[in-house]
């Protein structure tokens, strides 16, 4: 079995919209004090988690015509676009090690990917 | 004359170091839910409807017990974010997918083979040096 292109193009997209959900978490996490409501009613951690949901829709339909141990590492990639929305939109500092722990557990995917064929 | 120490920019590094354990125990969370999901999706029957996966949801326990510890995970994420940097959390969720793989090994019997062993590896290796950095 191949896995085509719109798959793959399926899966990155899905990554994308989910780290963008995890910027709003994070944001959303920062609105939060004691009160229940800060939870409950907050618009940005429900943005968040609505935009987790789109996401593994995306995944669900890419993975539905790819191979599974293609498309599986490549969710990894959400680490890389919210290394750089961190920096790019909450201000959070790009360190060495940061670089170094998102390369390593790219190419651990990558391992668990070929391991899975 | 005393010099004054500069406040912290960030969260201070003990607060980073327990929202990463949060976040640790996020993904042992995670793993749980995906075990119970899968179980739970078999007692669904073979080509389930879109309204009988939304009703087994609410009606079969594993189901049920399987999206709670995805919403109590995410809760706890949530929490773990207040205390730390994204960029130091967010790829520590990675570890989720180790241990789906150990648990598929263990539980539903999948090949074990020496790339799954390097990648597990890798990943711990990679989760490791941000914890160290968490901690400094």
């Known amino acids: ?117 | 004359m005393h010099t004054v120490e500069a406040p912290p920019k960030s969260a201070p590094p003990r607060r980073q170091g327990r929202a990463m354990l949060a976040v640790l125990l996020c993904t042992f969370i995670n793993a749980a839910s995906q075990a119970c999901i899968k179980l739970g999706t078999a007692s669904l029957g073979g080509h389930p409807t879109m309204l009988e996966t939304a009703l087994g949801i609410v009606t079969k326990p594993l189901l049920f017990s399987g999206y709670a510890l995805l919403g109590a995970s995410t809760v706890l994420f949530v929490l773990a974010l207040r205390k730390g940097d994204l960029s130091l959390l967010y790829p520590v969720l990675t570890l989720g997918y180790v241990w789906v793989t150990v648990l598929s090994v263990v539980m539903f019997h999948d090949s074990m083979n020496s790339f799954k062993i390097a990648g597990v590896a890798v990943i711990i290796a990679g989760v490791g040096v941000l914890g160290k950095a968490s901690s400094q």
């Open chain 1, 1 to 117: 079995m191949k896995t085509p292109l719109v798959s793959v193009a399926w899966v990155v997209l899905g990554t994308v919209i989910g780290s963008f959900g995890a910027v709003f978490l994070k944001i959303g996490a920062g609105h939060l004090n004691r009160r229940l409501q800060s939870l409950l009613l907050n618009w940005r951690l429900a943005l968040g988690i609505a935009f987790y949901l789109l996401s593994s829709v995306f995944y669900v339909v890419g993975v539905r015509n790819g191979e599974l141990s293609v498309l599986y590492p490549m969710v990894s990639l959400g680490s890389v676009w919210t290394l750089l929305w961190s920096n790019l939109l909450l201000g959070e500092s790009l360190t060495r090690p940061k670089f170094m722990a998102v390369g390593l557990i790219l190419a651990g995917c990558v391992l668990l990917g070929l391991g899975s064929r």
